[in-house]
């Protein structure tokens, strides 16, 4: 799976699916493509509002901020199903993901939770079906799951 298949399918196809199994190369290009699409909208943040700091009048730095905003906020829901679907890759539950989710907000936590999600991410995923559904990287290996 490329970049431009991994975000048809996260954007398009799975938008808010949070059932089923990710491959870590969709995970992982899709990561891509968020950090190729936020960074440079950060940069032009950081640029314009240097340039133009002062004066009480809007700044094209404000657009900007609003554009990467909504962005973030477009992305919030399909990345989020994205995680979970990579969790149930690895055989985890994505209540688990929750979890990680909710503990990163206590403080120092997130040094733990972070690099948790990471690992979790990286890890390759269980081989053949799982109880989440068939291995996507071989799905017509089939084989009963609860047997």
């Given at each position: 799976m490329g970049l431009t298949e991994a975000v048809r399918t996260v954007l398009k196809q799975k938008y808010a699916t949070f059932s089923g199994r990710a491959s870590r190369s969709e995970y992982?290009?899709?990561m891509l493509f968020c950090v190729l699409a936020l960074f440079p909208l950060a940069i032009l943040a950081f640029v314009l509002a240097y340039?133009?700091?002062?004066?009480?009048?809007?700044?094209p730095a404000s657009y900007t901020v609003v554009i990467w905003m909504l962005f973030a906020l477009a992305i919030l829901l399909p990345l989020t199903a994205l995680q979970v679907r990579r969790f149930h890759d690895r055989n985890i539950s994505g209540w688990w993901y929750l979890a990680l989710f909710i503990l990163s907000f206590i403080p120092?936590?997130?040094f733990v939770t972070f690099p948790v999600t990471i690992v979790i991410s990286m890890l390759p995923?269980?081989?053949g079906p799982n109880k989440f559904g068939p291995d996507p990287l071989h799905p017509e290996a089939r084989a009963e799951v609860f047997a």
């Open positions: 992982w290009w899709f340039a133009t700091s002062g004066g009480g009048v809007p700044s120092y936590a997130a995923g269980t081989e």
